[in-house]
Structures are given as structure tokens and as C-alpha cells.
């Protein structure tokens, strides 16, 4: 894994995509639990997993989770908790998926990362509001979730298979 | 693709989204639909409930977390009208006529249920 | 798949619909309110003879209205010595022996003193010292006398009012009818002041009892009679004080020593009389009465339990 100035500012149009997208999609109302997100900035994390490293793209989201928190100031609060929350346990299981399960496509990772992701965000709502009622949200949530895992996993093979990534990491040797 | 992915993963989303679909099913049918009465929550607490059956025209002032809530009930339904907190995630979901769907205002720990009433056989 | 699919919902609802066995049901209109009466065993018949007892006893003990052949009506209006029915003797007689069984504060003969607070009341105004003597002065001036033969003398110008315990009396002749018709599993709901449990058709047989006035409170009974007086039902607030319908007989105030007191007991006539009476007991009172009494109590205070017999497990949902 080699960090050049090439490199570096790849990840940094990367990162500055998925603060985007995580921001502008921020802007979406939640359906009943307030903070529970479609997680769209999962296409560049994807991208980034799949064709660069795990290691980079665990950088990446948790920038992108602390510098939305930072811009839209929600730092410190229950929503940034939902946010990280969401964002560990979903990098967590496509990680695992993708390198030690290896069955399925990155559509599917996709949607195990979403609905994991929708899942850390649950908890900590339910840890700060107190369960019961919650619950009733989850399953009209997962159905969004599993909808957006597909799209997005379907987005980013898409953008894979233009090759752009491919390109630059062959052209400047990382 | 490879095909066995292919199927991998149409099994994967496949399950999920039947599990997902069915217990939505149970969400939306599974509910109480006379004599409702709206538990108004602050930080788990019960500070209000209220009649919906009796369908009044009200406004309610609960003190939240951070600000007052406005409440009211219209209809049988329930609402937050007003809230201070940022997003309006509250305010914006409108009335809520049905239980199931809880209102939620994490800003100021306020959350609105709505139940069937308790089933006595009898009121002393 | 299908053959499922379609079965299911069937059983479903063959399921549900077996728990539920409709009980005889019937509403009887008397003491100027529903007696609400659910067998889950039993006849038709049953239910037409409750309706006849409740009418009977409701005609008799009408303090507005002539009763007949004799009621209190008449009764309060002569001083002569009168034959009457037994079933009416047998009520007077125990209503106004229940004192000597720890009913300090019941008295049967404070008709008119009661009337007069009713009336005062509902003008929102408060009875006079005065007229309060007056009619203290009146009752101790009368007694009422029983002799053979179903005979009885009204003396003095006090009128009888069996309003605090017709309704348990009569709810204690249903019980014993149904109990020697065999029939286990019932609820008469004579309305907020008078209960009469059976057995429910489950399998703990307990009904649930909500408590109207507590918030979100409630108990778990069967086998027994619950009788409830308030100020909350029929009180009427003048500056700030709560004056209910219950008048203490020894005072003649309108102001009760508790909001509210319920009382289980194995008598309905008892229980009713009971929580007339203890709506003016100190808790300390109303304990050793329960312990001498073989009755349990809930008092109320503001709308909250300030106590509860031991064996009584109020639960809040």
C-alpha cells in the first residue's frame, strides 16, 4: 500500500464526494425515527473497498461520518452516535463479507452494509429514546434500506466497471 | 457475473426482503382501531394522555428536554405542531390517527404512542 | 403452498372465535341506573328473575315514588304501625342493624338531611349551620321500631333513605340465587357503586377491575362484591372544598373524611353500607374494622392509594 501525492488526492475528491452526498442526503426527511439515514455515501465507500483497500475506505467513512457531523452540526449529539454507530457496523460486516465470506456480489454486500447500517442507528435511538415503540418503524425502514443497498451496490458496480478507478491506480502506481 | 454469486445473492436480498415485507405486513394490520387514547412521553416518563375517542379539538404545552412542545388533537388524530428542535422530523409527520406509528422528537426526548385503551371488564 | 396459505386464516379465526362464548346478557334499568348482567353459564330464566328481583326492590325503596303495594315512600309519609312485606322488613331490619357491625357512619334514617344537601348543592350553595342542626335535631328525635307480623312504626318527622345499600342487598339476593342455581361464571355490574363478581370464562377467572379514579390503576378480583363510594362522582366543588353526596350522619357535613373508599366483601348489602360508612373512618378506624369485619379496603385520597388491604395488589398499566 503505497501513499503518494496521486494517492492522496484521489482519496481526497473521494472523501469530498461522500461528505456530499452524506450531506445532501441528510436533507431527506427520516421516515418516523428522526437521524435514521439512507446512507447513500455507501457508493464511494464501496468503490473504494473494492478497488483500493480495506484500510483506505475505513478512512474515508469515518471522515466522512465526523466531518458531516463537524458541517451540519450535529456533533455531540444522539444523531452523530446513530451515525457512527451505523457506519462501524456496516464498514464491519462488508468488510467481513468481502474478505473472508466471499460469496456474494457487491450488490449484496451492499445490502447486508445497508441494512447493518440502518441496525447501528436503531440501537442508539432506542439506547437514548427507550425501546418499545421504535420497533415498529423498523420493518417499513429495512424495506428502504434493502432498496437503497441494492441501488447503491448497483451504482457502484456500475462506476467499477468504467474502469476510472482502475485506470488511475495503474497510471500512478498504488 | 459470476452465476453462483448471482444466486447468492438473489437468495441474500431475496429472504431479507421477504422477512422485511412480511413483518411490515404485521406492522400495518396488527393494530388496535377503537377506542384509542395518545400517551405523550417525556424522557420515558407519562406526562399526558389523552381521549382520542372523543375526537376534541386541543392544544397541549409539554415541557421537553430542550423546549416546550406544542401538541394537538384534531379528529381523533394527534400531532407536534410546534418543536425547537433542527430537523422537524416531528413536525413534519403530520397527524397520526392509528397506533403503530409513534411520533418522535429525539431533540427533546418527547414521544407520542398511541394505544387501545386498557381493557377493563369493569371501572370502579 | 397455497393449501396453507388458505387454511391458515381459517384456523385463525376458528380459533378465536371458540374462546368467546357469548354470554346471556341483560341490561336492568333500576335505582335510576343500569344493572348490567353477563352469565357465562346458566338460563335465560335466570336472567328474567334478576330482572324482576332488581324491579321489585327498585320500587320498594324509590324514596320519590309510591312503591307497591308499600314502599319507603309511603313509609315516610305515617306514623302508623304498618304491615309490610318481608322481603322490604328484612332490608330495614339488616339496614339498620349493620350499625352494630362497625357502620358508625351509616344511618338509614337521614333521608331528609340528605335531601336538603342535594338541593342546597345543586344551587352551588352550602346547607346552614341552622337547617343542619335542625335536621340532626329531628333525627335524634325519631327511631323506627319493628315488631311481629312484619310490622313497623316510623317515628319522629326522619325519613328513611336506602339509597347506600338497596342496590348490595339486592346484588346479594342474585348471589345467593345464582349460587343455588349452580351458576359460577357471571359479572353484574350494578354501575360504579356495586359489583357483584362471579367467576370470569377464563382460566384464572379474574376480571379486571379499573379504578376511575386512580390513574391508570387496577386490580384483579373474582368471588366477591366490590362497593365504591366518592366524592368524584357526584361532587360538587363551592370554594376550592369538594362537598359530596355521602352526609355524615353524626355531623350532618357534607365534607368526608376520605375521597374514596372501595370495599371487597363476601356481603353486598355489607359492602355497600360499609363504603358509605368508611368514607368518614380514619385509616386507623377503617383498618381494625377491616380486621373485625373480614372486609378489604382501598382508601383514596386525591386520587391516590393512601392504603390498601394487604391481600390487595393494586396494579398500575
Redesign the interface.
Known amino acids: 500500500m503505497k501513499w503518494n501525492t496521486h494517492k492522496i488526492a484521489l482519496m481526497g475528491i473521494l472523501t469530498a464526494g461522500a461528505i456530499i452526498i452524506a450531506i445532501l442526503e441528510s436533507f431527506i426527511p427520516s421516515i418516523g425515527i428522526p437521524g435514521v439515514k439512507l446512507g447513500l455515501a455507501n457508493i464511494v465507500i464501496l468503490i473504494i473497498l473494492y478497488e483500493i483497500g480495506i484500510v483506505e475506505a475505513i478512512i474515508v467513512d469515518l471522515l466522512r461520518v465526523l466531518m458531516v457531523g463537524l458541517l451540519r452540526g450535529t456533533i455531540v449529539s444522539m444523531g452523530f452516535l446513530m451515525s457512527l454507530t451505523g457506519a462501524v457496523l456496516s464498514l464491519g460486516i462488508m468488510i467481513l463479507l468481502y474478505l473472508v465470506v466471499k460469496k456474494f456480489s457487491i450488490v449484496g454486500v451492499s445490502v447486508v452494509g445497508s441494512i447493518f447500517h440502518v441496525t447501528g442507528q436503531i440501537l442508539i435511538a432506542m439506547a437514548f429514546l427507550g425501546t418499545p415503540y421504535i420497533v415498529f418503524y423498523l420493518p417499513i425502514i429495512a424495506v428502504s434500506a434493502i432498496i437503497t443497498g441494492v441501488l447503491v451496490g448497483i451504482v457502484a458496480q456500475l462506476i467499477i466497471r468504467t474502469g476510472v478507478i482502475k485506470k488511475q491506480k495503474e497510471k500512478y502506481k498504488f | 457475473m459470476d452465476k453462483k454469486v448471482l444466486r447468492n445473492d438473489l437468495i441474500l436480498i431475496g429472504s431479507l426482503l421477504v422477512l422485511a415485507v412480511i413483518s411490515l405486513v404485521l406492522v400495518l394490520t396488527l393494530k388496535t382501531k377503537k377506542n384509542l387514547v395518545a400517551k405523550v412521553y417525556v424522557q420515558n416518563e407519562v406526562v399526558e394522555?389523552i381521549d382520542l375517542s372523543k375526537k376534541e379539538e386541543k392544544d397541549y404545552y409539554v415541557q421537553g428536554l430542550k423546549g416546550q412542545v406544542h401538541i394537538h388533537t384534531k379528529n381523533g388524530g394527534i400531532a407536534i405542531v410546534e418543536s425547537n428542535c433542527p430537523h422537524q422530523d416531528c413536525v413534519n409527520m403530520g397527524y397520526v390517527y392509528e397506533t403503530n406509528r409513534p411520533i418522535i422528537c429525539a431533540y427533546n426526548a418527547v414521544y407520542i404512542v398511541i394505544e387501545g385503551k386498557?381493557?377493563?371488564?369493569?371501572?370502579? | 403452498m397455497k393449501k396453507i396459505a388458505f387454511i391458515l386464516p381459517l384456523l385463525a379465526i376458528a380459533l378465536t372465535s371458540c374462546s368467546e362464548v357469548k354470554p346471556l346478557e341483560k341490561m336492568v334499568f333500576c335505582f335510576d341506573s343500569i344493572i348490567d348482567v353477563k352469565l357465562y353459564d346458566g338460563k335465560k330464566e335466570y336472567l328474567d328473575w334478576i330482572n324482576n328481583i332488581c324491579y321489585e326492590y327498585d320500587v320498594a325503596t324509590n324514596y320519590y315514588a309510591k312503591g307497591t303495594p308499600l314502599g319507603i315512600y309511603q313509609i315516610n309519609r305515617t306514623n302508623d304501625e304498618i304491615e309490610i312485606e318481608p322481603d322490604i322488613y328484612d332490608l330495614l331490619k339488616y339496614a339498620f342493624d349493620v350499625k352494630d357491625q362497625g357502620a358508625t357512619y351509616f344511618d338509614p334514617m337521614c333521608g331528609s338531611l340528605s335531601e336538603k344537601w342535594k338541593e342546597s348543592l345543586a344551587k352551588k350553595e352550602i346547607l346552614s349551620e341552622t337547617v343542619i342542626n335542625e335536621e340532626l335535631e329531628k333525627r335524634n328525635n325519631s327511631s323506627f321500631e319493628f315488631f311481629e307480623d312484619y310490622n313497623i312504626q316510623r317515628i319522629g318527622e326522619a325519613t328513611i333513605d336506602l339509597g347506600g345499600i338497596a342496590k348490595g342487598y339486592v346484588l346479594q339476593k342474585v348471589y345467593e340465587y345464582l349460587r343455588g342455581h349452580g351458576v359460577n361464571k357471571y359479572?353484574i355490574?350494578g354501575g360504579?357503586s356495586s359489583?357483584l363478581l362471579g367467576e370470569?370464562n377464563t382460566k384464572s377467572g379474574l376480571?379486571?377491575?379499573?379504578?376511575?379514579e386512580v390513574?391508570?390503576a387496577?386490580i384483579q378480583a373474582k368471588n366477591c362484591f366490590?362497593s365504591?363510594s366518592s366524592i368524584y362522582q357526584q361532587g360538587v366543588e363551592i370554594n376550592g372544598v369538594t362537598y359530596s353526596h355521602i352526609i355524615n350522619p353524626v355531623t350532618g357535613s357534607a365534607i368526608n373524611e376520605n375521597d374514596g373508599v372501595?370495599v371487597i366483601s363476601d356481603n353486598g348489602a355489607y359492602g355497600d353500607a360499609m363504603s358509605t360508612s368508611l368514607m368518614n373512618n380514619t385509616l386507623d378506624e377503617i383498618k381494625s374494622i377491616e380486621q373485625e369485619h373480614n372486609i378489604k379496603t382501598i382508601v383514596i385520597k386525591k386520587n391516590k392509594i393512601v392504603y390498601s388491604h394487604k391481600d390487595i395488589e393494586v396494579k398500575y398499566?
Not at chain 2, 386498557?118 to 370502579?124: K, L, S, T, Y
Not at chain 3, 376480571?207 to 376511575?212: D, E, H, N, Y
Open positions: 394522555v386498557a381493557n377493563f371488564d369493569v371501572e370502579i | 359479572i355490574n360504579f359489583i370470569k376480571f379486571t377491575v379499573g379504578l376511575k390513574k391508570n387496577y366490590i365504591t372501595i398499566h
